[in-house]
């Protein structure tokens, strides 16, 4: 069976044969292209992509976990050091805040000096925040070491993405992006849990120790243990030779220049033939080194940082980016809310839930976000190749997004459930089944709606998970600031039924996307050409 390119949809929209190691099955065509480098992480053994993503999605979930675990030591920081609850809410504000503009400022390193020096200068951020966090003294400090614990976060919302679309094919994305939205959820959801467990028996200071001392055990392990995934594929799959510096390997005895079929002269490597097959293998520390920089670096390449983060900004003119961040950042917001209500209403009448009996409740979201994981990432992989083959045997993003509507229905009736039921006094089964039917949503958001955006437009990745990070979060930031008030003024009651009818109307975005996404991605497809085009060519 074969898939093809949907040009018009201005993305190359292909699957690729259900194994890991460049070879075809079923005559469907793989993406990225393959080739033949040693250096290619495509082409790396199955342990290798496995130990790599697990060390991406580990750090995805440290960081949703440190980045959430604040709430534990709330109380502490009330009781001894008289740190308000509005207070409290506004480091929450700020920590969304630090996560999506740090994923903006940090975007342009990883084309510039590889993924790595990201995920290190997170786990360093990590450090700051936590050891501030464990040492606060008063309300700054509670405030201010949020924006260090919630920076340490933009390596997962973007360079992570970036790292797994590395290592596997397309046909993959809706795995991959399932693996890393249950990874986010581990964090999220079970970190408090953890958190709140180290706040009862060591006292509050040591859920930031504990924080740092996680993260500088992940830094040592990272530092050592994960490879740098940056590949020059262009250079390997037609041997081009960026204009400045020239490539190492092009030296003028391994060059010869030839004439395009437009007529221009182009400088092309004898490599070319090979598909990058003599490509010297790196050595150990040549992948471990802290900087990788990109061919095209010029000097320290600090006005070419300047250039990428304003090319960066293009990316809010996408629509599925838009669509990505509302859908992700719509969790976000309900996340604030249900989290709200478990640390305050259970733990007083008629419930008395102590922390920990709260925190635990968390186990049913996190119940239904595996779920959501499994239908919104293996299950949509297998949906559409189904859906492609009904279609003449061409894939169209849009056929992922089907697997919406459902999650449309169930998520808003989690909301309502769990709103209500906390309201009422319900206790076991409702107000818990009602937040695993939160997590199945939270699942299927994230995962759905960022592998639509990676399959329509597969080259820009890193720069439309940035958009998304910057939108979900500054919605997550919104929601964080609004709840107290909110809750103030109405009851649970009608906040959560609020909530769900929103919650639908945002899931339900999905059908305009579905019948205008492939006139959109048409529409766009020059300026996203545009966009890839001025990018690699810096």
């Given amino acids: 069976m074969s898939f093809s390119d949907n040009v018009q949809g201005g993305s190359h929209d292909t ?14 065509v793989l993406y990225p292209e393959p080739t033949d480098s040693p250096n290619d992480p495509l082409n790396w053994s199955t342990w290798r992509k496995y130990w790599h993503a697990s060390l991406v999605l580990f750090i995805v979930g440290l960081t949703a976990a440190t980045s959430n675990d604040a709430s534990s030591a709330q109380y502490g920081m ?9 207070a409290m809410n506004t480091a929450s504000g700020i920590l969304f805040l630090s996560i999506g503009y740090a994923t903006l400022l940090l975007a342009p390193i990883p ?4 993924r790595r020096m990201v995920y290190i200068i997170c786990l360093l951020w990590s450090i700051i925040g936590s050891v501030w966090m464990a040492r606060t003294q008063n309300t700054q400090d509670a405030l201010w070491n949020q924006l260090f614990v919630g920076a340490s976060e933009a390596c997962a919302e973007a360079t992570a993405q970036l790292s797994l679309s590395d290592l596997f094919y397309q046909h993959r994305r809706g795995m991959s992006m399932g693996l890393y939205v249950l990874a986010t959820s581990v964090g999220t959801f079970l970190g408090p849990l953890i958190a709140g467990f180290i706040a009862d028996n060591a006292g509050w200071r040591w859920v930031g120790w504990a924080g740092a001392i996680l993260s500088v055990a992940t830094l040592i392990l990272f530092y050592f243990g994960f490879e740098e995934t940056t590949f020059d594929r262009k250079f390997a799959l037609q041997g081009v030779t960026p204009p400045s510096p020239p490539h190492p390997a092009t030296t003028p005895e391994a060059l010869e220049k030839f004439a395009t079929p437009t007529g221009n002269t182009s400088v092309v490597s004898t490599r ?26 010029r ?12 090319h960066t900004l293009k990316v809010f003119g996408f629509p599925a980016v838009w669509y990505s961040g509302l859908q992700w950042g719509a969790q976000d917001g309900w996340l604030t809310f249900y989290l709200t209500i478990e640390e305050d209403n259970w733990v007083g009448p008629p419930w008395n839930y102590s ?5 635990i409740m968390n186990v049913s979201t996190l119940i239904g976000a595996v779920i959501g994981c499994i239908y919104g990432g293996w299950f949509s992989d297998t949906f559409v190749q189904w859906m492609a083959k009904r279609n003449n045997n061409v894939f169209e993003p849009e056929h992922r997004l089907w697997l919406m509507f459902p999650a449309a229905v169930i998520s808003p009736a989690g909301l309502m459930l769990f709103g209500i039921g906390s309201d009422k006094g319900w206790s076991w089964p409702g107000p818990y089944v009602g937040l695993g039917m939160i997590g199945f949503g939270w699942g299927c958001a994230g995962d759905l709606s960022m592998a639509y955006l990676q399959d329509a437009y597969p080259e820009m990745v890193l720069e439309g998970m940035v958009g998304v990070s910057v939108i979900n979060n500054t919605i997550g930031c919104i929601f964080s600031f609004v709840a107290g008030d909110w809750l103030a003024v109405q009851s649970v009651s009608q906040v959560f039924i609020a909530m769900g009818v929103m919650s639908f109307v945002f899931m339900m975005t999905t059908a305009p996307m579905i019948y205008w996404g492939s006139i959109s ?18």
Avoid: M
Avoid at 526 to 532: A, D, I, L, M, S
């Fill in 78 to 86: 009330n009781i001894q050091l008289g740190v308000s609850w509005g």
């Fill in 15 to 28: 699957f690729a044969a259900d194994d890991d190691v460049g070879h075809t099955s079923e005559d469907i």
């Fill in 355 to 359: 922390d920990n009996a709260a925190a």
């Fill in 111 to 114: 084309s510039l000096y590889g």
């Fill in 299 to 310: 000097g320290t390449g600090f006005k070419q940082y300047l250039e990428s983060l304003w």
């Fill in 521 to 538: 991605r048409a529409w766009t497809k020059p300026r996203y050409e545009k966009f890839v085009h001025l990018r690699d060519g810096k």
């Fill in 272 to 297: 070319d033939v090979e598909n990058g097959s003599r490509d010297p293998r790196k050595s150990y520390l040549q992948q471990i080194a802290l900087v990788t920089p990109s061919p095209t670096l």
